[in-house]
């Protein structure tokens, strides 16, 4: 096919491609010394359907809850899997240090941050 018969990309193809570039690029990682030296590995997105759930929790007041759910979104192994389930969120909600559960969502947050501001620049 010459490069006069090809169907020129939609903007919306334009945009899926980039969202699936910047999902399945590079996991960004911290450390939480107190479970163990835990490596939890993250990425830069979510999808618009993860981010309407948090934001919903947010605005209802439920900022905790916001967070767990934060981190049980966010949270991968290093191959890249989910760290954590749907179902671990009671666990973290009533048997785990909610300082380190804030600690570590504001890292991955400070990190997005970072990662944000140094795209800006260039």
Same mark, same amino acid.
């Given at each position: ?8 990309? #939609?903007? &919306? ?7 699936? =570039? ?5 996991? %960004?990682? *911290? !450390? ?19 981010? #309407?759930? &948090? ?7 439920? =900022? ?5 759910? %934060?981190? *049980? !979104? ?41 990662n944000l501001e140094i795209v800006e620049k260039?």
């Amino acid at each position: 096919m010459t490069q006069e018969n090809k169907k020129p990309k #939609s903007v &919306l193809d334009t945009a899926t491609a980039h969202f699936r =570039t910047k999902i399945s690029g590079d996991m %960004t990682h *911290i !450390t939480v010394p107190e479970w163990g030296d835990a490596k939890i590995y993250f990425k830069s997105s979510n999808t618009l359907t993860e981010e #309407s759930r &948090l934001l919903n929790l947010a605005q209802q007041g439920k =900022t905790v809850e916001a967070l767990v759910e %934060t981190l *049980i !979104t966010k949270a991968r192994k290093e191959d890249g899997s989910k760290m954590f389930t749907i179902h671990d969120k009671a666990t973290f909600m009533n048997e785990v240090d909610p300082s380190v559960v804030i600690r570590v969502c504001g890292e991955m947050n400070q990190s997005l941050d970072s990662n944000l501001e140094i795209v800006e620049k260039n």
